[in-house]
């Protein structure tokens, strides 16, 4: 099946991107993006042999132009800014890319000092600007997929008066964007429905972090016993054996990356583009995706990319969930249409979400407590002794 043909150049960027990693499995990648195996390698070779361009089916611009002079260079450095909003040292690595891959039309490259007085000279950077740059200190996930941020920006409206709200999922290792949708609300099922596009695509991560509130959780909502609730999504994602955990009530800090994320989706693109409806976000949103993962150097990744850093996961999805597995010495339950289950003749509130679900129950090292476990998480503690 050959690639769709809308997002052909983004499609074939992202495929290679994720295929050049070391230990990358091609034929996984293939099928997830819909090729044959022959066209992926055609493609990896096409790559391998010398950069993006040659993923193009268009002809090449001319590798240099020695008639330009220095003006010519700082206009292409002024659009570069105006186009991207980047700073000095995000703009210096792509030229340096550029002139790599024959890309970059000019004979010299400006240091990162000189493209600094560029934007000064042409208004385009304020020394309130350049105070408020500070250095932090990063904490990332060791390797990719160990860990996926999820959350929803705040919505806007777009020229129809149809609400946005963009749904943004960030792998913590990499920085990679692995989803950036335009939905047209903030329901489970349509989480549900853009999560399992990724999963086909991606694999599945080991842990999600989300926030506390709707559609996510129940913002540690607790039941008549004081045990936590949970949602009908945080349900499907154990199933899958995905590890959910939600940031802290009003620590929003908790999910840093995936905020510095939306704050640099805003400054980038949202708040420079006028967009008419849903459908006309969505492609904006997938314009911009390709040149944040494979195009715009990352400075807490050492200038590199998020896609030369990112590897998809080996844990693939499956359409059909299998049953839990539990041990054969654990004490299984049914849970009844109210959440309850009963054990040792005392009842115990697990949650709605697992009604017709079975759990296993598993005793602590403390003499009368039990661990009800559903799949392989934990969902509630039982204390015989109250």
């Known amino acids: 099946m050959p690639f769709k043909i809308k997002t052909v150049m983004m499609q074939r ?37 010398g950069d993006f361009r040659n993923l193009l089916d268009a002809s090449r611009r001319p590798k240099s132009s ?14 570069k800014r105006e186009d991207d909003h980047w700073g000095s040292k995000k703009i210096h690595k792509i030229i340096l890319n550029e002139k790599e891959s024959g890309v970059y039309p000019y004979v010299q490259v400006p240091c990162k000092n000189t493209i600094t007085s560029i934007f000064r000279r042409n208004g385009l950077i304020s020394e309130e600007t350049s105070e408020k740059a500070r250095h932090w200190q990063r904490f990332e996930h060791e390797n990719p ?11 806007f409206k777009t020229e129809d008066k149809t ?36 999963f086909h695509k991606y694999g599945l991560p080991n842990r999600m972090l989300m926030d506390n509130g709707s559609p996510w959780g129940t913002g540690y909502q607790k039941t008549q016993d004081n045990t ?44 420079y583009e006028r967009f008419f409806n849903i459908e006309h976000c969505q492609k904006g949103f997938d314009k911009w995706r390709e040149k944040y993962n494979c195009l715009r150097p990352h400075e807490s990744l050492n200038l590199s990319t998020p896609s030369s850093v990112y590897k998809a996961s080996s844990r693939s999805y499956c359409e059909i969930i299998k049953p839990p597995e539990y041990n054969i010495s654990d004490e299984k339950r049914k849970v009844d249409d109210r959440g309850i289950i009963s054990f040792k003749g005392k009842q115990f509130k697990v949650g709605k979400a697992f009604r017709g679900e079975t759990v296993a129950l598993r005793p602590d090292l403390e003499a ?19």
């Not at 054996?241 to 990356?257: A, E, F, L, R, W």
């Open 66 to 79: 020695p008639q330009r002079v220095s003006k010519e260079i700082e206009n292409y450095i002024v659009k």
């Open 368 to 386: 009368g407590i039990y661990n009800a476990y559903y799949y392989n998480q934990i969902i509630r503690t039982l204390n015989l002794k109250e």
């Open 228 to 271: 936590r609730a949970f949602s009908e999504l945080e349900r499907w994602l154990i199933t899958l054996n995905i590890c959910v955990s939600h940031g802290k009530p009003y620590h929003p800090q908790t999910q840093g990356k995936d905020e510095r994320f939306h704050r640099t989706l805003k400054s980038e693109l949202l708040q």
């Open 13 to 49: 960027i992202e495929f290679v991107s994720l295929a050049s990693q070391e230990g990358a499995n091609i034929s996984l990648l293939c099928k997830r993006f819909g090729i044959t195996r022959r066209t992926g390698y055609k493609w990896l070779k096409r790559y391998k042999e």
């Open 145 to 155: 997929n160990d860990l996926w941020q999820m959350d929803f920006k705040g919505y």
């Open 163 to 198: 609400e946005c709200h963009p749904l943004t999922i960030l792998d913590d290792h990499s920085r990679y964007n692995i989803g950036l949708f335009a939905c047209k609300n903030e329901t489970g099922s349509i989480v549900k429905e853009r999560l399992i596009m990724v």
